[in-house]
């Protein structure tokens, strides 16, 4: 299983960025996905999460200004981030539990660069 992330970069505050995770190899179901962020010295936190069924869940920080959504048919999770703060900049991961057989692994993407700066 392979999770190729995209739509990291440098963006000026107030500004938007989408960012992309598709998982692809031998998988039978995808279940939870997700995105975490890193910020230099800080401790991995989580963004936001949404399950197969399309329940999702937001740290507080970003309620109200990031949106996370999935294309089960492409095995792929987007993260939508609006009005972005110089504090969030960070490095973005994204995070999948995937079917093997009857039990299910976790797996994280190699990560990718957000830059919050003017």
């Known amino acids: 299983v392979q999770l190729v992330e995209s739509g990291g970069g440098l963006v000026q505050p107030g500004g938007s960025l989408r960012l992309s995770c598709a998982a692809s190899?031998?998988?039978?179901?995808?279940?939870?996905m997700g995105w975490y962020r890193q910020a230099p010295g800080k401790e991995r936190e989580l963004v936001a999460a949404?399950?197969?069924?399309?329940?999702?869940n937001y740290a507080d920080s970003v309620k109200g200004r990031f949106t996370i959504s999935r294309d089960n048919a492409k095995n792929t999770v987007y993260l939508q981030m609006n009005s972005l703060k110089p504090e969030e900049t960070a490095v973005y991961y994204c995070?999948?539990?995937?079917?093997?057989?009857?039990?299910?692994?976790?797996?994280w993407g190699q990560g990718t660069q957000v830059t919050v700066s003017s």
């Open positions: 995070n999948v539990g995937i079917m093997e057989g009857v039990y299910e692994s976790e797996y």
């Open positions: 190899g031998s998988i039978s179901r995808v279940n939870t």
């Open positions: 949404i399950t197969r069924g399309g329940n999702t």
